[in-house]
T-cell receptor
Framework: KAGVTQTPRYLIKTRGQQVTLSCSPISGHRSVSWYQQTPGQGLQFLFEYFSETQRNKGNFPGRFSGRQFSNSRSEMNVSTLELGDSALYLC?????????????FGNGTRLTVT | KQEVTQIPAALSVPEGENLVLNCSFTDSAIYNLQWFRQDPGKGLTSLLLIQSSQREQTSGRLNASLDKSSGRSTLYIAASQPGDSATYLCAAVWDSNYQLIWGAGTKLIIKP
């Protein structure tokens, strides 16, 4: 069974641009969540989608948005990039609707904003 | 405010030793507590998940415990091996918002 796939692995963008990151969950998983990891703030929850609906949202500005498609693939968009958005972005999928189901993570997309 | 703390930030031990990693959390009304490992340049691997009604979980050489009253969880690694070298993170979920709140991690180095 294929794991969680994130594309691209690396991105370099310029301040003010926008970026879209993609996440394909494990087949059959309907929940996808996104996290930002930086050296200063550590790991922080961005949002979670379940069956195409945003089920939960962390404390990030509106420049961060996401969506989920009918095949459970998810995209995350960041508009008007700032230098502080440079981070490793991780997505995870889970097999059930319960928060007691274990998470399966992709290898992440490393975004560098210059 | 719900917070998760991991001390120490780094730990180095000789191969073969048993060791304990610590995780503390505010607010004892926890929904679950999870342990992950992260290898350099990689995503996270879920190790153990302890539900609020459970006291511990075991997987192979790993055992995680949960003490809600003291706000603490420990990850016990038996007979450590160089392949156990990684950063170990704990994260908690509270049923007030169901968001994973992460500790900063403990970087573990097992010396051959």
């Amino acid at each position: 069974k294929a794991g969680v796939t994130q594309t691209p692995r690396y991105l370099i963008k310029t301040r003010g641009q926008q970026v879209t990151l993609s996440c394909s969950p494990i087949s059959g998983h309907r929940s996808v969540s996104w996290y930002q990891q930086t050296p200063g703030q550590g790991l922080q929850f961005l949002f979670e989608y379940f069956s195409e609906t945003q089920r939960n949202k962390g404390n990030f500005p509106g420049r961060f948005s996401g969506r989920q498609f009918s095949n459970s693939r998810s995209e995350m968009n960041v508009s008007t990039l700032e230098l502080g958005d440079s981070a490793l972005y991780l997505c995870a999928s889970r097999g059930g609707s319960s928060y007691n189901s274990p998470l399966h993570f992709g290898n992440g997309t490393r975004l560098t904003v210059t | 405010k719900q917070e998760v703390t991991q001390i120490p930030a780094a730990l180095s031990v000789p191969e073969g030793e048993n060791l304990v990693l610590n995780c503390s959390f505010t607010d004892s009304a926890i929904y679950n507590l999870q342990w992950f490992r992260q290898d350099p340049g990689k995503g996270l691997t879920s190790l153990l998940l302890i539900q609020s009604s459970q006291r511990e979980q075991t997987s192979g050489r790993l055992n995680a415990s949960l003490d809600k009253s003291s706000g603490r969880s420990t990850l016990y690694i038996a007979a450590s091996q160089p392949g156990d070298s990684a950063t170990y993170l704990c994260a908690a979920v509270w049923d007030s918002n169901y968001q994973l709140i992460w500790g900063a991690g403990t970087k573990l180095i097992i010396k051959p």
